[in-house]
């Protein structure tokens, strides 16, 4: 399985941006898909996750700026940024699980199995 991601780019504080991240491998009601991110000299961090089946989460941080949605035929998931500011900047990876994760383990790294390269979100202030 590959994910390839794309959407990145500089953008103006209070702008937005639309990241997609698209699966090459075959996906079924199990399947999971999610955003992280990591600043210069931070740790990765949870951003949002969306499974097939049902049920996401997204992350305190950004609720109420970001959507995460999916397009199962295209085994797609979209990360939509609102009113973006400049602590948002930052790599943005997707990731991918055919485990049937339980909504309590969507936040963790290690609940994913496949990562994309990143794409970079730059917000000027």
């Known amino acids: 399985v590959q994910l390839q991601a794309s959407g990145g780019g500089l953008v103006q504080a209070g702008g937005s941006l639309r990241l997609s991240c698209a699966s090459s491998g075959r996906t079924s009601g199990s399947w999971t898909m999610a955003w992280f991110r990591q600043a210069p000299g931070n740790e990765r961090e949870f951003v949002a996750a969306i499974r097939w089946r049902g049920g996401s989460a997204t992350a305190d941080s950004v609720k109420g700026r970001f959507t995460i949605s999916a397009d199962k035929a295209k085994s797609t998931v979209f990360l939509q940024m609102n009113s973006l500011q400049p602590e948002d900047t930052a790599v943005y990876f997707c990731?991918?699980?055919?485990?049937?994760?339980?909504?309590?383990?969507?936040?963790?790294?290690?609940?994913?199995?496949?990562w994309g390269q990143g794409t970079l979100v730059t917000v000027s202030s």
């Open positions: 990731a991918a699980s055919s485990r049937g994760l339980i909504l309590s383990s969507l936040s963790l790294q290690g609940s994913y199995d496949f």
